[in-house]
């Protein structure tokens, strides 16, 4: 068993070989990081051209929902930029390259998402940053040395749920021909996360909070920084949720990767 | 003309093979339909009419407008740029046929197969699930052909990005800028109505909205006259033409860079 430091050490080491074999495609790079720029606001644009419209949404002001937006941005950056390896693990699993990953005394996990840092996710990451810092002083969100600790507990556990998601649909190649259609409808609920829970009702708030709780990605925790005096006490269980669906997921994932058998060439 | 008609039914059994990709794209259809309705409900409980346009109006555009959004969906770009990083573009060139049209008929028998599959399951739930009205009105005649001139516009976007992997590798890129600037500014996420004024005098005028905010006003708003269509038509037919040519001086230069490796 090798301790955390010698992960995060070994982390490093391949990232940043990952960086400098990349960084010969500077263009692409660029073009990337423009693309990503755009697609990450594009929610937030049409909130604000709604907002145009009508006063709130659902209660929720124009400002109060660029806070959750960045709250957002800032939780799947981490799926992004560390975890993106997951969109090629139904290619790996096709054509049999999958096996090289079995060959190396590391966690297998870790050494498959390692093999990818997506360099143009860190564009979400700043902008969900900059937008954050923003709304806050725009809302007068006084940062107390407990709220800026709950915001580090509730953001790592939004990231964990958003992994969670996103590999568990990956994970689904291991038992049919191509999961791209599930983690195309994993990628497209994602979107929902900033969406006020409260305009739903019935199944879909059901759904959204127990089933696929991409609630707890964004507008559930956004609410112990934006109405602290009301937050339903479900918020509270945020790294329960987070921990618990990671801790299925990994369960998930060595399932998938003892089942494997290769594609016999 | 009978060797495109192959291609496209090529690409419909394609579709074929992958249907159990349907089935998702319908769930996740769902999905965004039932988001879509409570989200236009709570913001409809301001006003009765906003921006000119009833409850059941919006949320018809916005959830026919996903309808088309699957089933314009045809990848068109990514499949260039497979073809031209693996150099297997080099076989449509030897052949006696028009590159342009081949990909044209290519992607036509694959919005068929998507409209099959899922368009069409889609329009049924919104009649007997969401239990939306249609009106009625000549509008809902010039529909179809509306709905192909928005096919041939979405079609040349998608060939134009495709185009430009001829110099650039960075297709994820180009594609999501393309994606974003289509889907915001024209309609398939939010109706125009709903844009300031100012934006929306100048998105009028631009080939965006004619893939889909003017195919859906024929369906939300049918019971409209001739002066408020046929300028509509007239703006699609034009970017219809002027993409088409466009794209097609663009490929003109764009094939002399090509160098496929030999092998």
């Known amino acids: 068993m090798r301790t955390i430091g010698e992960y995060l050490r070994l982390y490093f080491i391949i990232e940043a070989q990952y960086i400098k074999a990349r960084m010969q495609y500077r263009a692409d790079f660029v073009i990337s990081s423009i693309g990503m720029f755009f697609s990450s606001l594009a929610t937030l644009g049409i909130f604000w051209v709604i907002l145009k419209s009508v006063p ?19 939780a799947i950056s981490p799926m992004q930029i560390l975890f993106d390896h997951a969109w090629q693990l139904r290619f790996h699993i096709q054509r049999g390259t999958f096996l090289k990953y079995y060959f190396r005394p590391l966690n297998m996990m870790f050494y498959y998402m390692s093999e990818m840092f997506d360099l143009k996710g860190i564009t979400q990451l700043v902008v969900g940053v900059v937008l954050l810092v923003y709304a806050s002083i725009q809302l007068h969100i006084d940062w107390t040395p407990i709220r800026v600790v709950l915001l580090f507990i509730a953001l790592f556990s939004a990231a964990l749920v958003q992994i969670s998601i996103i590999v568990i649909a990956a994970c689904a190649s291991f038992w049919v021909l191509d999961s791209y259609p599930v983690l195309g409808l994993a990628w497209k609920l994602r979107e929902f996360s900033p969406y006020p829970m409260t305009i739903f009702d019935g199944a879909f708030r059901f759904v959204f909070t127990f089933i696929i709780p991409i609630g707890f990605v964004s507008f559930y925790p956004s609410q112990l920084f934006l109405r602290p005096q009301d937050v339903s006490s479900l918020v509270y269980f945020s790294p329960v949720v987070g921990i618990g669906l990671f801790a299925l997921t990994y369960w998930v994932w060595t399932k998938g990767v003892n089942s494997y058998t290769g594609t016999g060439s | 003309m009978k060797g495109y008609l192959a291609v496209m039914r090529g690409s419909i059994m394609v579709g074929v093979v992958y249907r159990f990709g349907f089935i998702f794209s319908i769930i996740g259809n769902v999905i965004y339909l039932g988001v879509a309705y409570y989200l236009w409900k709570s913001i409809y409980r301001h006003a009765d009419v906003i921006r000119g346009l009833t409850f059941n109006e919006t949320f018809l555009y916005v959830a026919l407008g996903s309808a088309i959004f699957i089933l314009l969906k045809t990848y068109m770009d990514w499949i260039m740029n497979y073809e031209i990083r693996e150099g297997s573009i080099a076989t449509y060139l030897i052949k ?47 529909f179809p052909l509306s709905l192909f001139m928005a096919f041939l516009i979405s079609f040349y976007f998608d060939y134009f990005v495709g185009l430009l992997c001829f110099y650039s590798e960075s297709v994820w890129g180009i594609s999501t800028v393309k994606d974003i600037v289509v889907t915001v500014f024209s309609g398939a996420l939010i109706p125009l109505q709903f844009f300031p004024d100012a934006m929306q005098r100048i998105l009028l005028w631009l080939p965006f909205q004619a893939v889909y905010h003017t195919p859906l006003m024929m369906v939300t708003r049918p019971d409209q006259g001739w002066e408020v269509f046929l300028p509509m038509l007239l703006v699609q037919l034009f970017w219809t033409v002027a993409l088409f040519i466009a794209t097609r001086m663009f490929y003109n230069q764009a094939i002399k860079v090509l160098r496929v490796s030999g092998g």
């Open chain 1, 56 to 74: 709130d949404l659902a209660g929720w002001s124009l400002m109060e929902m660029v806070f959750i937006y960045a709250f957002y941005m800032i």
């Open chain 2, 96 to 142: 006696p046929i028009d590159f342009g049209l081949y990909m044209l008929f290519t992607s036509f028998g694959s919005v068929l197969m998507n409209l099959a599959a899922i368009t069409i399951p889609t329009l049924l739930m919104l009649l007997f699930v969401f239990k939306v009205d249609f009106t009625l009105g000549p509008g809902l005649l010039i």
